[in-house]
């Protein structure tokens, strides 16, 4: 199963999936914005990358607008090379308004990991040579005051199912790219990536995630984030 095939199959899988309060509305971007996903599946995960790098899921400012992860617009429309049609989630939160690429608010998460992406590489093709960027949770969640809640945060209940379709789809994804390692982006993507491929051998680390939530990230992410990768392996130049 390709890349995009698995994307659409896990969009498919979660829509269905029901979350009670404090969780009032959820965003499938993976449905409403799955043109501008496929494009950044199509455009960069058709070759063999070395190095999976996983998130956690989308930000309401980032791939919930955008379709693609860490998906700042600026960053996606001015350095991937992405615009395509959003539409709108079915259920939308008043204080969070999709707009797509006509969002003005921006994703601080996304400008440090493209723009390190950017800075080290130069071009998308040398960055996407070595790396893919994926979510390991499509869906975005948010409370009732238009506060963020992430995957971790969710009940017993409304987390096994959902961690069980999102573990089947990052395994496929695996199967299909056949990278060398798996980075999880943050601590809970690196334990959802252990325990989702647990059974597969693959080499699974971690790096920081550049969130501006966490103070460490705020003291220079790039730097951290590249001491994490030499001590994964992976040879910057």
Known sequence: ??????????????????????????????????APHREYLRRYAGGAPETLLVGMNPGPWGM????????????????????????RPRLEHPKRPVLGFACRRGEVSGRRLWGWARERFGTPRRFFARFLVVNYCPLCFLEESGRNRTPDRLPAAEREPLFAACDRALARTVAALAPRR????????????????????????????????????????????????????????
């Open 1 to 34: 199963m390709n890349p995009v095939t698995a994307a659409r199959r896990l969009g498919a899988d979660v829509d269905g999936l029901r979350f009670a309060p404090p969780v009032t509305h959820v965003y499938n971007p993976l449905d409403y914005a799955w």
């Open 64 to 87: 919930a607008q955008t379709g693609v992860p860490f998906g700042d617009v600026e960053m996606v429309r001015g350095w991937l090379g992405i615009e395509a049609p959003v539409a």
């Open 182 to 237: 798996v980075l999880g982006v943050g601590r809970f993507a690196q334990m959802r990536a252990q325990a989702a491929l647990a059974a597969t051998g693959i080499e699974v680390g971690g790096v920081p995630h550049p969130s501006p939530a966490s103070p460490a990230a705020n003291r220079g992410w790039a730097a951290q984030m590249e001491a994490a990768l030499r001590r994964a392996g992976v040879r910057l130049g």
